[in-house]
Nanobody, 115 residues
Framework: QVQLVESGGGLVQAGGSLRLSCAAS????????MAWYRQAPGKQRELVAA???????DYADSVKGRITISRDNAKNLVYLQMKSLKPEDTAVYYC?????????WGQGTQVTVSS
């Protein structure tokens, strides 16, 4: 089993920055993929960014240039640095880990961007 705990969400004005953190614990395998998803009210959950254990990254087109994903493999941490935030970035942000054909989710952290 894998447990994920997100932190760092909150209320920020448009143009501001936030850094989300996610701590993974339990049976963490090498070669996993860690990712951040988000879900806005009335919308489907969508991928924001993902990173492999080797550091390869992938981003949604809507966040490229504004959001950076990074990870600390030794500590099983993944981060999401967000800048130039927009009201449309408002959502619950979820951390995930995919390994051995299973995906685990955190409980989510709310990010609200005011205009």
């Amino acid at each position: 089993q894998v447990q994920l705990v997100e932190s760092g969400g909150g209320l920020v004005q448009a143009g501001g920055s936030l850094r989300l953190s996610c701590a993974a614990s339990g049976s963490i395998f090498r070669g996993n993929v860690m990712a951040w998803y988000r879900q806005a009210p009335g919308k489907q959950r969508e991928l924001v960014a993902a990173i492999t254990s080797g550091g390869n990254t992938d981003y949604a087109d809507s966040v490229k240039g504004r959001i950076t994903i990074s990870r600390d493999n030794a500590k099983n941490l993944v981060y999401l640095q967000m800048k130039s935030l927009k009201p449309e970035d408002t959502a619950v942000y979820y951390c995930s880990v995919t390994q051995a054909f299973s995906t685990y989710w955190g409980q989510g952290t709310q990010v609200t961007v005011s205009s």
